[in-house]
């Protein structure tokens, strides 16, 4: 059992060294200047190994993205567990987003790509890593309860709505540019949706 245990670990260690040293090649050289035999190379691994942990590039961004994720669910929980009205913490998750995009542009795309990828076990696959359409959920949840919605569409449906929006308008963002910043942006986008959200 303890071997195992160790094992686990040692396989554990050497999963988040391969994914420490492929962001960091992704923001050196950029995703697709990057390739996995870099990532192999520089991590002191075979090629096959790499594989072994992550079955395509792609993958390691999927990580990054539930980093992120897992953050924004926690700071969502924490404050609404304080009482915090959750439209205030929509703009907040939505804002801390933002930034977190903003500060790597170019990961971006090929993490948009994957949650539209053709393939549908790897758009699944995206979606569960990245399930910011079930953090918004959360959120509106207490908004729902007390009849500030519309009832016309389900939650997970108008949670779905929010998310794709993001997804969209970073990607655009990132790969044409704007006078705005990301934030800015992305106030915006919040300020009409829920606008198009709220009960009249």
């Given at each position: 059992m303890d071997s195992l245990s160790l094992r686990e670990q040692q396989k554990e260690k050497r999963r988040a060294r391969i994914y420490n040293v492929a962001i960091e090649l992704f923001k050196q050289q950029g995703f697709q200047g990057t390739t996995a035999t870099d990532i192999a190379r520089?991590?002191?691994?075979?090629?096959?190994?790499?594989?072994?942990?992550?079955?395509?590039?792609?993958?390691?961004?999927?990580?990054?993205?539930?980093?992120?994720?897992?953050?924004?669910?926690?700071?969502?929980?924490?404050?609404?567990?304080?009482?915090?009205?959750?439209?205030?913490?929509?703009?907040?998750?939505?804002?801390?987003?933002?930034?977190?995009?903003?500060?790597e542009r170019d990961l971006i795309p090929p993490l948009a790509y994957e949650v539209m990828n053709p393939n549908p076990e790897r758009a699944r696959t995206a979606y569960q890593a990245l399930p910011l359409s079930r953090i918004i959920e959360l959120i509106l949840?207490?908004?729902?309860?007390?009849?500030?919605?519309?009832?016309?569409?389900?939650?997970?449906?108008?949670?779905?709505?929010?998310?794709?929006t993001y997804l969209i308008v970073a990607l655009r963002w990132s790969s044409y540019g704007s006078e705005r910043s990301l934030q800015e942006e992305m106030s915006l986008t919040l300020k009409f949706l829920m606008e198009g959200v709220l009960k009249r």
């Open positions: 520089a991590s002191n691994i075979s090629r096959g190994t790499f594989f072994n942990y992550y079955p395509y590039k792609e993958a390691v961004l999927l990580d990054y993205g539930a980093q992120i994720m897992k953050r924004l669910y926690q700071h969502a929980h924490a404050r609404l567990q304080e009482q915090a009205p959750p439209i205030t913490v929509l703009h907040e998750v939505w804002q801390c987003l933002a930034e977190e995009s903003s500060q949840r207490p908004m729902q309860q007390t009849g500030q919605l519309r009832s016309d569409l389900s939650l997970q449906r108008m949670s779905n709505l929010i998310a794709d």
